[in-house]
């Protein structure tokens, strides 16, 4: 409730991505549609903050537990993006609102992948690709949580391991998304990650280039997806060679 997506979208992405609830491609079959993308609301949050015990008890602004340790925390980010810092930055702003202190950490990759293998960061944000249809095991099912597996917040939901088990043997799709679609329901609630952003891209294509086609995924790239037409430039015009 504290992370206004529609600004993040608005300001540092100009418009090129939505505000996202969950793991799955919107263009996908695997989203629950019915499930709404919680909208910024800073007094919601403060009284679920309040309620969990955490308040401003010595009037300076920043928020304590009932044993008056400040709520602060390092949020974890690859260095080197400039749109990654620009997100974390308004992040920033907005958890100050309610008295929340993040201290931004640009880290290199490696660096990274050691504090997620060794589980050594307090928040960390992360960037996934994702197709029509994904799977969720190595993100999100408890077995996952050992050394080699991507449930880098040690995730176990039963629950949501059984769906997962389940969507993964179903072959029939009319079956098998149903399964996918209550997985999401179970992220929603339940909020292992607090997802941010469906990006988009956008791209610039040198007019020579013939069959670019706007298709369901963007464009049909070469190689995308087994794309069955490639693109090609006409002998006639073709001014470069290997």
């Given at each position: 409730?504290?992370?206004?997506?529609?600004?993040?979208?608005?300001?540092?992405?100009?418009?090129?991505?939505?505000?996202?609830?969950?793991?799955?491609?919107?263009?996908?079959?695997?989203?629950?549609?019915?499930?709404?993308?919680r909208p910024f609301n800073l007094d919601k949050a403060k009284a679920?903050?309040?309620?969990?015990?955490?308040?401003?008890?010595?009037?300076?602004?920043?928020?304590?537990?009932?044993?008056?340790?400040?709520?602060?925390?390092?949020?974890?980010?690859?260095?080197?993006?400039?749109?990654?810092?620009?997100?974390?930055?308004?992040?920033?702003?907005?958890?100050?609102?309610?008295?929340?202190?993040?201290?931004?950490?640009?880290?290199?990759?490696?660096?990274?992948?050691?504090?997620?293998?060794?589980?050594?960061?307090?928040?960390?944000?992360?960037?996934?690709?994702?197709?029509?249809?994904?799977?969720?095991?190595?993100?999100?099912?408890?077995?996952?949580?050992?050394?080699?597996?991507?449930?880098?917040?040690?995730?176990?939901?039963?629950?949501?391991?059984?769906l997962i088990d389940a969507a993964r043997a179903e072959m029939v799709?009319?079956?098998?998304?149903?399964?996918?679609?209550?997985?999401?329901?179970?992220?929603?609630?339940?909020?292992?990650?607090?997802?941010?952003?469906?990006?988009?891209?956008?791209?610039f294509v040198d007019k020579r280039l013939r069959n670019v086609q706007?298709?369901?995924?963007?464009?049909?790239?070469?190689?995308?997806?087994?794309?069955?037409?490639?693109?090609?430039?006409?002998?006639?015009?073709?001014?470069?060679?290997?």
């Amino acid at each position: 409730l504290l992370t206004d997506r529609q600004r993040l979208v608005d300001e540092v992405l100009l418009g090129y991505a939505k505000p996202a609830n969950g793991p799955f491609n919107p263009l996908g079959a695997q989203i629950d549609p019915t499930l709404p993308t919680r909208p910024f609301n800073l007094d919601k949050a403060k009284a679920l903050l309040k309620e969990a015990g955490f308040e401003d008890r010595d009037g300076d602004g920043v928020i304590e537990s009932a044993d008056g340790e400040p709520f602060r925390f390092s949020l974890t980010y690859p260095s080197g993006s400039d749109d990654y810092k620009r997100i974390v930055l308004l992040l920033k702003d907005l958890y100050v609102q309610a008295g929340i202190l993040m201290d931004p950490e640009p880290t290199d990759w490696p660096l990274m992948l050691k504090a997620l293998d060794d589980k050594t960061f307090d928040a960390i944000s992360l960037a996934w690709t994702s197709g029509f249809e994904i799977d969720l095991y190595q993100f999100f099912h408890s077995s996952q949580r050992e050394p080699g597996g991507d449930n880098f917040m040690a995730y176990h939901n039963p629950e949501l391991d059984s769906l997962i088990d389940a969507a993964r043997a179903e072959m029939v799709i009319e079956k098998r998304m149903p399964l996918w679609q209550q997985a999401h329901k179970i992220l929603w609630e339940d909020q292992p990650y607090t997802f941010l952003l469906w990006r988009s891209r956008l791209d610039f294509v040198d007019k020579r280039l013939r069959n670019v086609q706007q298709v369901r995924a963007g464009l049909n790239w070469p190689g995308l997806w087994r794309m069955p037409y490639e693109w090609y430039v006409p002998a006639d015009e073709q001014k470069y060679q290997d």
